[in-house]
């Protein structure tokens, strides 16, 4: 079992320890309500070094990149950052990832942690161009501080006026002095950044922005960063997306280019984005009282229509909801379906399934 630079950090903040894709990281510190609340209202601040990062160097990065990445990369400016997945053939997802560009010679590849020595097999599977792909997540660490005082506290760490940062752009800077990635991005729907750096460097500043936030800022385990997600119709690799899943199912035809160039699996999405897709990730509300969970079954009458991929009560709205892929024609919105939980089946009815409304800073 890995365990990050943070983990000693971890333990003193009394965080409940989980395995999660081989790491031993923190599910929640007091409870996943109060972390989820004080992102929203304040700060909250992550664990995140377990993600990998591939480093992409050379005079045909740029093509690479382009040949295996949904987005479109040949328009992205330097220190912008673009999200979009890798596809297989079939057109479903190797993994949904975030791609740094530092120049068209220089690319940085951020991909789930799950997912890091299939990704960097399928990458250099596919590098058929002059440049190198090297695997340096053993060597970085990262934190992600989210939420509306992020801001404001980070600024009183660095010399660099964060207010000039943009959404998905990032920069190298100090924060007390230290050399550090960071981007303007997050995983939790609130504006937010996410840094970058050695070890040491990330150890250092996890301590550092706890002291400067004080009262404003909260260490926030794995648990509310789902609920936090998923209340902003975030995907989660595994749940809305995967190998049997594509990104036009999924909903994420945005970081899909199809009128760039050529990407590993387009012809497939092409088609789909054509034809309309069988199915769809839509959002549901629980009518009846329950909770509905990942992988529970959803019905029209007696007929299997779907699953669930995601399900909670939302912390921010108090509703029952969940994502789940609905087969057409029982995609549309207000239809009346059931979802099997337990043996009990539970009245739902199709809606929007961006939950809450996201607070990002452009």
């Known amino acids: 079992m890995k365990k990050t630079i943070l983990y000693d950090s971890h333990l003193k903040l009394n965080a409940k320890m989980v395995d999660f894709a081989g790491f031993m990281m923190p599910v929640v510190y007091t409870s996943i309500k109060e972390e989820h609340f004080y992102v929203r209202e304040k700060a909250g601040m992550f664990d995140v070094s377990h993600m990998g990062e591939f480093y992409v160097k050379g005079k045909e990065a740029e093509k690479f990149v382009d040949n295996i990445f949904t987005n479109d990369v040949l328009t992205q400016k330097d220190n912008q950052v673009l999200y979009g997945m890798m596809c297989y053939p079939n057109g479903g997802v190797v993994d949904d990832l975030l791609v740094y560009k530092i120049n068209r010679e220089s690319f940085i590849m951020i991909v789930n942690a799950s997912n890091i020595d299939k990704d960097f097999e399928w990458a250099t599977k596919n590098n058929i161009f002059d440049c190198t792909l090297t695997n340096e997540s053993d060597k970085i660490s990262e934190v992600a501080l989210q939420g509306p005082l992020a801001e404001e506290i980070l600024n009183t760490l660095t010399d660099y006026d964060l207010t000039t940062l943009p959404f998905f752009t990032f920069q190298y800077i100090k ?186 800073k452009n």
């Open 175 to 360: 924060v007390n002095g230290k050399d550090v990635l960071v981007s303007r991005t997050g995983y939790t729907g609130e504006d937010g950044f996410e840094i970058y750096g050695d070890h040491d460097v990330i150890a250092k500043i996890w301590d550092e922005i706890l002291e400067a936030g004080k009262d404003n800022v909260m260490a926030c385990g794995l648990g509310c960063r789902d609920t936090l997600r998923f209340e902003v119709a975030l995907p989660l690799y595994g749940n809305e997306l995967g190998k049997d899943i594509t990104p036009i199912e999924a909903g994420l035809s945005f970081a899909v280019k199809l009128n760039a160039g050529d990407f590993i699996g387009k012809d497939v999405l092409v088609k789909q984005k054509l034809e309309k897709t069988k199915r769809r990730i839509v959002g549901l509300s629980l009518l009846d009282k329950g909770i509905i969970r990942h992988g529970y079954e959803v019905y029209h009458e007696d007929l299997l229509v779907g699953f669930v991929t995601t399900g909670y009560k939302s912390p921010s709205t108090g509703e029952t909801v969940a994502m789940a892929m609905i087969d057409r024609p029982y995609d549309k919105l207000k239809t009346e379906l059931t979802v099997s939980v337990r043996g009990k089946m539970k009245k739902v009815v199709v809606r929007n399934k961006k939950f809450y409304q996201k607070s990002y």
